[in-house]
Each structure stands twice: as C-alpha cells, then as structure tokens.
C-alpha cells in the first residue's frame, strides 16, 4: 500500500486550453508512480479521476486525458536521496 505522504496533487487552473477544438472545459493530467500501474489498474484509477473531474470541476470525462508513469524507484528524488 502507498502511504499518503508521497502523494501529490497539483492543479494549475485558468490555464488556456484547447481540446478538440474548443475551449470548452478540459484537463490534462499526469499521474507518476514507483511500481503498481497496469492496465487494470489504470483504467481504475482513470474512472476514477473522470468521476472526480465531472463532479467536481464540470469537465466531461470525453474532455481529458490522462498519461501514467510507471517509473522505477532510483529515478524517483525525495527528501535529498531516491526511493
């Protein structure tokens, strides 16, 4: 199980973006992970995310994209060291 302290969330609105050619309410989202991602999981987690973003920031799920990370853990830096 992850611990809760290593997870970050950044949301940068009022960015100007373009989705399908139009200026409708979209996202982009990178989610990065040592270890544990898969087609399984993804589309979990991307339901997930897609039931977030309609309830709570109006973006329809066909209006976002998500690309996963699945990095190892010497490639990861925190806390003046790697994981």
């Not at 920031?57 to 990095?71: A, G, H, M, P």
Request: proline share 4%.
């Amino acid at each position: 199980m992850k611990l809760i302290k290593y997870v970050m969330i950044l949301l940068n609105g009022g960015v100007p973006i373009a989705f399908a050619g139009t200026e409708e309410p979209a996202a982009y989202g990178e989610l990065i992970s040592i270890g544990g991602l898969g087609p399984s999981v993804n589309g979990k987690l991307s339901s997930t995310i897609a039931e977030i973003l309609e309830t709570k920031l109006y973006i329809d799920s066909s209006r976002f994209y998500i690309k996963f990370y699945d990095v190892q853990r010497s490639f990861f830096g925190f806390n003046g060291s790697t994981f």
